[in-house]
């Protein structure tokens, strides 16, 4: 990869840069950046680099990813683009393909391509039905070890809302996660004891000490709200470990008076939210002859304006879900940018993805401070503007001080895994 710019390999002083400042008025502070021994420091340093007037941003935390799902799309497309399309895709690989090999060699090429983007942390869901469940996560514990270091990550178990219970499959499940120190989680939807099965879920969740992270109202029909739910449940059963909701889909096409109301709820309950932007706006709407009316995103200016704390992640990675992405961060706050109105506000919304994710899933924040480590990604962009025209391929990655190889992998890799697109195309 062509770098803009070259590093040492000691220490080194960032001159004329837009470094990121959290509390800055547009997320940046004019001025420099320091390193030696692999942290940032506040002494400059005899070795001095003018970075043209470039950005530094922190290294991103990508929360919530699907690893085992990642690259199947070569032997399991989506026949029609619709989220029930990929649902059924998606079970039948699953079943057929899903082994441990299989799983490992799908999520290693995955965390190559965020490594090399310039990501440090990220959270995935773990398809986790039974047997999947016993086969997933000891390779997401190996994984994880094999790339501590790297990437921090964190796996949450993805099971539906109706499978869980005080007994059964779903009681190994919950172990499994926290013997693997995991998250638990599950998928809500309307059930007619949605509350009594989020009480099971809680308790079970409390008595083993784990936070809880939840894929949440994935649909464009208003009267889904478990959401709501959710959140009166947290503030029920007083449940004071941190809980994520993702999507939220169809909170942005309720009542508005109904949509207030669970924001309010939302907030009074402090959960977290993670909006997908890229896989929502491929799944949601989606009709054979008729243009998508709406963008699939949740209501996260309306959310930020209560003090919730809102963040932005990749989702899915070529597989039935999302047929693109690269595990880039750049893409996805470049797109979130375009979908959600994020320009034009009374804030900045670089924090939605790094400090904000960090704090949500407890990850170290790296917010550039003097004696946080060194693990940031600088820009040839000298704004904004200029930031999001293009893909910024020339980057420069930097863990604990010093650039890393920022070579993608290969698709070749996994061909012997896939029915490839190109095969596909001639056949």
Not at 292 to 319: C, K, Q, Y
């Amino acid at each position: 990869m062509n770098d803009f710019l070259k590093l040492p390999q000691g220490g080194y002083t960032l001159e004329n840069a837009l470094v990121y400042h959290a509390d800055a008025p547009f997320g940046f502070a004019v001025g420099s950046l320091s390193v030696a021994g692999g942290r940032v420091v506040d002494e400059q340093q005899a070795t001095r680099i003018d970075v043209g007037g470039g950005i530094v941003l922190p290294s991103f935390v990508d929360m919530h990813t699907h690893l085992d799902k990642g690259h199947i799309w070569g032997r399991a497309p989506n026949p029609d683009g619709t989220f029930m399309g990929a649902l059924e895709t998606v079970g039948a690989d699953r079943a057929a393909n899903w082994t441990a090999e299989d799983v490992r060699r799908r999520m290693t090429f995955s965390l190559k391509c965020a490594f090399a983007h310039g990501t440090s942390a990220i959270r995935t869901h773990l398809d986790s039905i039974a047997p999947q469940d016993q086969i997933s996560w000891p390779v997401f514990r190996d994984v994880r070890e094999e790339w501590a270091g790297r990437i921090a990550l964190q796996a949450a178990c993805l099971v539906p809302i109706d499978e869980v219970g005080e007994a059964g499959a779903f009681l190994r499940t919950a172990d499994i996660v926290a013997q693997c120190d995991g998250v638990l989680g599950a998928v809500t939807y309307p059930v007619p004891d949605l509350e009594n099965r989020l009480n099971v879920f809680f308790s079970m969740a409390a008595e083993r000490e784990l936070a809880a992270d939840f894929h949440v109202d994935e649909t464009g029909d208003p009267s889904v709200a478990t959401l709501r739910t959710i959140a009166e449940t947290v503030l029920k059963t007083g449940f004071d470990a941190p809980v994520t909701v993702g999507h939220c889909c169809s909170l942005a096409v309720q009542d508005e008076s109904e949509a207030d109301r669970t924001m309010d709820l939302v907030a009074e309950a402090g959960l977290h939210v993670v909006s997908l932007p890229l896989c929502n706006l491929f799944l949601q709407a989606r009709d054979p002859v008729k243009t998508p009316r709406w963008r699939g995103v949740t209501l996260v200016h309306e959310m930020r304006a209560r003090g919730i704390n809102v963040s932005f992640a990749s989702d899915n990675t070529r597989d039935p879900f999302y047929a693109y992405g690269d595990l880039d961060m750049v893409e996805v706050l470049r797109e979130s940018t375009r979908i959600a109105h994020l320009d034009h506000s009374d804030t900045h919304w670089l924090d939605a993805f790094s400090a904000n994710p960090g704090t949500a899933c407890g990850f170290d924040v790296n917010n550039l401070a003097p004696g946080s480590v060194a693990d940031f990604v600088v820009f040839k962009a000298r704004s904004m503007t200029e930031f999001l025209a293009r893909p910024q391929t020339d980057r420069v990655v930097v863990r604990a001080g010093k650039a890393i190889d920022r070579t993608l992998p290969d698709y070749a890799e996994l061909d012997d895994l896939l029915v490839t697109d190109r095969k596909r195309m001639t056949a």
